[in-house]
């Protein structure tokens, strides 16, 4: 299930941990996490399911974003700067 909150005139979207892998599954990308295949876009670390911080669209591809610090920190400026 897909939650949509605003915050301050902006808009987060949200999943639930239990339609995560159904998300990711329906992408046609569940096969490449659990190969370990998926890369994060800033940082090269290697996607699992315990380090995923976000999933978001760019240019008709679907890119990852791990959990560190640094790729978090690029992540929101990435956003911030194309107004995602």
């Excluded at 159904?22 to 699992?48: A, Y």
Aim: some cysteine; aromatic content about 10%; charged content about 30%.
């Amino acid at each position: 299930m897909q939650k949509s909150i605003s915050m301050n005139k902006s808009k987060l979207n949200a999943i639930y941990d239990d339609d995560l892998i159904k998300l990711i599954d329906q992408l046609g990308l569940k096969e490449k996490l659990e190969n370990r295949e998926l890369k994060c876009k800033f940082t090269g670390e290697i996607i699992t399911f315990e380090n995923l911080y976000s999933i978001f669209p760019e240019s008709g591809d679907i890119k990852f974003v791990c959990d560190s610090p640094e790729a978090v920190k690029l992540f929101i400026t990435y956003i911030n700067d194309r107004k995602i």
